[in-house]
């Protein structure tokens, strides 16, 4: 049901209202939190200007509604459960929070604790007060400034009942299911009982059912093969100009967001089994050049003493290089500070049983290490040279680990689609336990990786992963 209770609450009111709530409540959790302080009578005199305060305010009501609409927050609201709007008011609190302590670090503001700690807390309060309610406002919006959308299903099967019962429990939001059109041939009029009872007519009858009755939209919830003998229902519906939609879940596709697109004159069903928003796979790739670009420069001397470190330490190359398959299989050239022995590749096949997986090959204190490169490897450090492969768009800061191509060979087919993220320097397993997860463990969060990909997901892992670096915690 939610699925179709979003085609019908993406109206640009709705989500106006969550954005104007938002920067009022954050002004009036301000206010309270400033009057708040001044009561406090705490030792350190506290005050703004009228022009400071106007900054940091105006500041705060952008930041605000800015997290709120990359959390992806107000596609939600109104139909979001109370644990997920809890998480993502205090979500939206912690990212606020971190901003505005930045903000007041560059221009050395130099805000009250005991104010910044009030204000997050009021504004937390405020928000989950009226999110809570934001399903009945929202009804309220639709029921004031829309009429009721009225909805026919073409279908009398299991497909077409489940559709109409998702419908009848989307009344809140102004949706009214008109019936249902049986599209067998021969086919008589029937009544249908779900929570209502509805009149089942023959799909004939749709030229004067449209004519007679306000349809704004019809849904085609029939089995595949009967959707060819309904070209001409489908023709009527687009002289007419009623929209019409398709229920497409007999393609097996789980794990696939589904969308239309056009190439040329040609209608193009989309099954997409991973990220394909441009917009923020560009923020994320944008994000990738500048930390890649800005970690380089930083890490440069300390690049170069630890290439004279592993120069010194060990006979070979400083620089180790091996093909990894990168998006969509495509092998690239993937940089590493060498940490093992000279000849370690020609070492594996004698080391092979010593491994603890049987797809990707890991050893426990691997005897090929050296001294040098035990705690390369333990804090990550042999790492550092991806952020080459990061820039060149190998890579990207958060992924799936990239694997050699002997490895990828011996994927089952439900692990090789963890090669359609672009692979990434850290990822969910590396942050959780990293070298402890078992492979299958592995692989199944990576695919939780992908199926819950967000630019917000992304900084979460890259924040867990820094103590985790910091502590060499997770690695061997």
Known sequence: MLCWVRMFKRQRKARVLFALSDMGLAAVAFEAAYQSREFLHLGRLFFLTVETKALVLGF????????????????????????????????????????????????????????????IAYDWVLLLTFRLTAGRVVGVIRREFAAPH???????????????????????????????????????????????VYQVQPIRELPSILRQHVVDEIVFAVESESLASLEESFLLCDEEGVRTRVAVDFFPHVNSTVSLDRFGATPLLTFSAAPYDEIRLLLKRLTDVAIGAAGLVVLAPFMAAIALLVRLTSPGPVIFKQVRCGLNGRRFLFYKFRSMVENAEDLKPGLAHLSTRETAFKIPDDPRLTPAGRYLRKFSIDEWPQLWNVLRGDMSLVGPRPAVPSEVDQYQRWQRRRLRMRPGLTCLWAVSGRDRVDFETWMRMDMQYIDNWSLALDWKILLRTIPRVLTGRGAN
Do not use: N
């Open 60 to 119: 705060v009501l952008v930041a605000w509604v800015s997290i709120a609409a990359w959390l992806e927050i107000y596609e939600k609201l109104d139909s979001g459960h109370p644990p997920v709007i809890l998480r993502d008011s205090a979500r939206q609190c912690a990212y606020g929070a971190i901003c505005l302590v930045l903000f007041e670090y560059l221009l050395r503001l130099d805000l009250s604790r005991p104010f910044l700690g009030l204000f």
């Open 150 to 196: 009225y909805v026919m299903v073409v279908g009398t099967g299991e497909r077409a009942i489940r559709m109409g019962r998702a419908l009848e429990q989307s009344a809140e939001y102004g949706v009214r299911l008109r019936g249902f059109l049986d599209e067998r041939p021969g086919s008589a009029p029937r009544d249908l009982a779900l929570d209502a």
